[in-house]
Structures are given as C-alpha cells and as structure tokens.
C-alpha cells in the first residue's frame, strides 16, 4: 500500500500578491513630516510615525520597506509638492521691483514654509550618513535638478532671458535667503530677534530692484 501524497503547500506568494494592499501610504507621509516638524529627525521612529499615522508597522513596512526609502519617499513628495507649485506658477508686474516681489512671494511658499525645514533635516542627515545608499542620494539629486528646471523659468521671467545667468544665481540666492531668514525667526525664536515686516519687505526688494 503506498502511503498518500503530501499536499502541496501553499503559495503563499500568490495570496500576498494577489491579497488586499494596506492602506495607508499618503497618511504615513504626512504622519512623518508632522512628527519630524514636531519632535525632529531621530525621535522620528519608524514605530512613532506608524503610531501617529494609525497603521500597524506592518503596512508601513508594506509601502515603503526599510526606514531609508520612507525618508525618501518623503523628500520626493515634498519635491513633488514644489515643482507643481513652480509649474503652475508665473512672475507677474510691470517694473522689475513688482516681477521681483512676485518671485519672492512664489519662491516663499516653499522656503518659508516649515516643511522645508523636514526635507532639509531629511537630506542633511541621509548625506551624513555612511550607509545611506548611492541609488538613493542619486534620486535626491534628480529631485533636485528638477526643482531648479522651473526656478529657472522664473528667474527669466523675472529679470528677462538677456539677464546674465550669475544674476539669476545671485537673485535666487538672495531672495531664497530673505525667505528662510522669516523662516528661522519663527522657528527658533530669539529674543530681541524678529523678521522683516511685509512693509519693510517690500521696500528692500524695491531697493533690490533699483540697485540692479
């Protein structure tokens, strides 16, 4: 008498594939800039930011896999959320100091915004870090170049395509810091210490517009 088959076992790579995906990757994201602006970059746990964003470590694992590709996935999103912003945006004036304030009221949007400081955190860190992979420092520089396509256009669209190119360099700089100066004075308050006024603002970029 021959003793029966064993049962084939089962494929369970199959059901993975085929089973219900976890909800959940865009609130992780936001879970994880919200914890990071909250409590900084190393208290940012994996099991803090599934904590916050009401998912199990399991499907945080699922979407994003290791710790690392869910820093970059947030830096890309963050990336993604200016470039749609630069894309769809234009400098509008007639005199060079009103195509300036434009510029800067478009370039403030993202550098004197708090999230900023969450993909400067992100990248800051991941550079330093010896076992941050090549694959992923090479798609933070993409993600760059492609913010710096469309800033481009606006530095045109601001000083006029004649302008020489280290003007454009120098106006973005300038104005880039003027946005994160605001930034910092609300994020890390010190006394005695406060940002422009819009007033004032607007009369250094009238003065910024005359001097060019």
Not at 30 to 57: C, H, K, P, Q
Not at 64 to 77: K, P, W
Request: charged content about 25%; glycine content about 6%.
């Amino acid at each position: 008498m021959t003793a029966p088959e064993a049962a084939p076992a089962p494929d369970r790579s199959r059901r993975r594939r085929g089973g219900k995906v976890p909800s959940g990757r865009e609130q992780i994201i936001d879970a994880a800039i919200a914890s990071i602006l909250e409590v900084g970059f190393y208290r940012s746990s994996t099991n803090e930011i599934a904590r916050r964003a009401d998912v199990s470590w399991g499907a945080l694992q699922y979407h994003f896999g290791t710790r690392e590709a869910l820093l970059l996935a947030i830096v890309e999103e963050l990336a993604r959320r200016f470039t749609t912003s630069v894309e769809a945006a234009h400098v509008e004036g007639e005199s060079l100091a009103e195509r300036i304030t434009s510029l800067y009221e478009i370039l403030a949007e993202h550098y004197d915004n708090p999230t900023f400081l969450v993909r400067l955190q992100i990248v800051l860190n991941l550079q330093h870090d010896p076992d941050t992979s090549a694959d992923v420092m090479d798609a933070i520089a993409a993600q760059s170049a492609a913010s710096e396509a469309g800033t481009r256009r606006l530095l045109v669209e601001a000083l006029g395509p004649d302008a020489d190119p280290d003007d454009h360099v120098t106006l973005f700089h300038a104005l880039r810091g003027m946005a994160l100066s605001r930034l910092y004075s609300r994020t890390v308050p010190v006394r005695g210490t406060r940002g422009p006024s819009r007033a004032a603002r607007d009369r250094f970029l009238a003065r910024l517009a005359d001097g060019w």
